[in-house]
């Protein structure tokens, strides 16, 4: 059974970073396509990065392209977010998720959830 573990959320001002960490146990990252997803205060879940099987592909949504960076360790079994430049419209549960789509990102007929950490962007 895959297991999915987040952590490292918290309350930063805009502007600052924050790393968000995905430990995954029951599977080899080598098997599962990680990624995460946030969801907002009243709005739906949505997708914002992916890195796949293979530890070469990568994919992020618009919002956060360029701001966000997606990596991971496979001698930890670990799939970071690192978030840089945060905004307040940042602000959200986290969720780590398997398998994702490089794709498309989607949040629909995902298998295994973490149980999420929440990012709070505010002076």
């Known amino acids: 059974q895959l297991r999915l573990v987040e952590s490292g959320g918290g309350l930063v001002q805009p502007g600052g970073s924050l790393r968000l960490s995905c430990v995954v146990t029951g599977y080899s990252l080598d098997y599962y396509a990680i990624g995460w997803a946030r969801q907002a205060p009243g709005k739906e879940r949505e997708g914002v990065s992916c890195?796949?099987?293979?530890?070469?592909?990568?994919a992020y949504a618009d919002s956060v392209k360029g701001r966000f960076t997606i990596s991971r360790d496979l001698s930890k079994n670990t799939v970071y977010l690192q978030m840089n430049r945060l905004k307040p419209e940042d602000t959200g549960v986290y969720y780590c998720?398997?398998?994702?789509?490089?794709?498309?990102?989607?949040?629909?007929?995902?298998?295994?959830w973490g149980q999420g950490t929440q990012v709070t962007v505010s002076s």
């Open positions: 998720l398997a398998e994702c789509s490089t794709a498309t990102l989607r949040t629909e007929g995902i298998d295994y």
């Open positions: 890195i796949n099987s293979g530890g070469i592909m990568t």
